[in-house]
């Protein structure tokens, strides 16, 4: 955690700091303050924790305080009457003397990535999030859908109340407690308010449709969007008695909307900077980016040369931007693009918001599998959401070219299936576009994933993953970009907005910010 003194401002990086991702960042001034994103710090997460050792929900916040995964905060957290985190005094200790969190007003949430978001199931349940209706939309469907517990309730919570033995326990016939979400530009049409079980009610705060700009106690706050690679990113503009204060979240030229983040940069060009907390992903790697467009036809050109093939395209969930890419490349090659349900109900949550979605999940065929037992949100889904198309591996099986799989690491069982229908030919493309930082866990994946497509005969794309390799700069992948801007693009911004004072986040490298800005007259914060 490091603290800054700017002026009459303080800055608080209990999270980004050094680190990439995990932004938990605290903004003090006039007496009040504002939660910049509230992320999950996946290094330091994986430095305790693995898929069997994980923290003790029974126990609240105790492991996660303890170890410093937390802000230690008092009043910041769940802790009420009819719901708590605290189930002893034990937990509670932990806070002994820690600085009063009653003057936060609220949360700014620049987008829906879990290093950004992660955390928010922790906060008090009245604390106001500020964001787009996308991203609200987003992490509601990511809720709905996974089978997470506490560390999953960004959006809305199960009551947790201390049970005969001391310990936390859920209360499973309390309706769902929802989160005040306030919603830059706009409210979702009505997504926000199904409950995502069958027999469980969506209560508590109401959301609200706000104005920009827009004000959080004192603060004055404006939000631009941002090209990233996940559908409504923002970048915040708060007003203080020093100046502006920037903070970028995550953000890129290179992709669809890389003209939003240039409008961003228009719109600040000619105001006076006080502050810029600027992320810094790429910093100390050479080179440019690829642009999406570029993804595209790299990912056209491969699949074209193998008409007849059964082909999978792996990449990430909440990549909206790279389904589109695909489903333009299946249209223009005669195929049509598979989907999951949870990629269907995504696009669902997103066209309640934006009607662009509402097309794209027309356009593509949903997975459709018989299980033993049907989640509310899928049954919903099949039952409510318009003009849904199924498709069945058997049904695939049948002209396998005539398909394009969004597949993933965690649906490669289901190219199983489809090859004890097609038969051992012809052989299939596994197309790796996704995010490739090798670490431990990473390569472990990716040595299962390959010993599963060489059994299935399907073929890894880029072949420069084969080798397993440890430095990510080993592999020139085009079938993926980065959703961060490359060094070159990060020093430019900074250029243009001019401010007097830099505070580096979701970087490893703070230090190159020196190097790049020794010519220029801004004071960067160590």
């Not at 603290?3 to 990086?13: M, Q, Y």
């Not at 003090?28 to 999950?40: K, N, Q, T, V, Y």
């Not at 900077?273 to 036809?297: D, H, N, Q, Y």
């Not at 005539?402 to 965690?410: I, K, Q």
Request: a negative charge; charged letters at 30%; proline letters at 6%.
């Amino acid at each position: 955690m490091r603290s800054f003194a700017v002026g009459g401002l303080r800055v608080h990086v209990f999270g980004g700091w050094g680190e990439i991702g995990g932004n938990q960042l605290l903004l003090e001034a006039g007496g009040e303050a504002i939660l910049l994103d509230f992320g999950r710090p996946f290094g330091r997460w994986k430095e305790y924790f693995t898929e069997f050792l994980a923290p003790r929900s029974a126990l609240g916040l105790r492991d996660l305080l303890a170890l410093g995964l937390l802000p230690r905060l008092r009043g910041l957290y769940r802790d009420g009457r009819d719901d708590t985190l605290f189930p002893t005094d034990l937990e509670r200790g932990l806070l002994d003397g820690a600085p009063d969190a009653g003057h936060i007003q609220g949360l700014l949430l620049s987008h829906a990535h879990l290093d950004h978001s992660g955390a928010i199931a922790y906060l008090r349940a009245d604390l106001p999030i500020y964001t787009t209706p996308e991203t609200a939309a987003i992490l509601k469907a990511m809720q709905d859908t996974a089978q997470a517990g506490l560390d999953g309730e960004g959006v809305y919570l199960s009551l947790r109340r201390v049970n005969e033995e001391g310990v936390l326990k859920a209360d499973a016939r309390a309706s769902y407690l929802r989160r005040p979400y306030r919603c830059l530009r706009g409210l979702p049409q009505g997504f926000h308010e199904l409950s995502p079980a069958k027999t469980k009610r969506l209560e508590g705060h109401p959301w609200e449709a706000v104005d920009l700009p827009f004000r959080v106690g004192g603060f004055r706050a404006q939000a631009f969007p941002v090209d990233h690679s996940v559908p409504g990113t923002v970048a915040f503009v708060v007003e203080t008695a020093e100046g502006l204060v920037v903070y970028t979240g995550d953000l890129r030229f290179h992709g669809r909307a890389g003209s939003r983040t240039e409008a961003f940069l228009r719109a600040l060009e000619e105001e006076k900077v006080f502050l810029l907390i600027v992320e810094g992903t790429r910093l100390g790697r050479p080179g440019s980016a690829r642009t999406e467009e570029e993804v595209k036809e790299a990912l056209h050109e491969e699949i074209r040369r193998h008409p007849g093939a059964p082909v999978a395209v792996d990449f990430a969930p909440r990549n909206v931007e790279r389904l589109e890419s695909c489903l333009e490349v299946a249209r223009d090659l005669g195929r049509e693009l598979v989907v999951t349900s949870k990629d269907a109900y995504l696009l669902w949550a997103l066209s309640d918001v934006d009607p662009h979605y509402e097309d794209v999940r027309r356009s593509v065929r949903v997975l459709r599998e018989t299980k033993a037992q049907v989640r509310g949100w899928e049954e919903r889904l099949w039952e409510e959401a318009p003009g849904l198309r199924g498709v069945t591996i058997e049904e695939v099986a049948q002209a396998p070219g005539s398909f394009l799989l969004a597949f993933g690491f965690y649906e490669i069982n289901r190219l199983l299936d489809l090859r004890l229908h097609i038969g051992p030919e012809p052989e299939g493309l596994y197309i790796f576009s996704n995010s490739y930082w090798a670490d431990d866990e990473q390569i472990l994946d990716l040595r299962i994933l390959m010993r599963w497509l060489s059994e299935l005969n399907f073929r890894l794309l880029p072949e420069s993953l084969r080798g397993l390799p440890a430095d990510p700069l080993e592999v020139d992948n085009p079938y993926h970009t980065s959703g961060h801007a490359p060094e070159e693009d990060l020093a430019r911004l900074v250029r243009r907005l001019r401010p007097r004072h830099l505070l580096p986040v979701h970087t490893l490298h703070p230090e190159r910010w020196a190097e790049l800005l020794r010519r220029e007259e801004i004071r960067i914060l160590f």
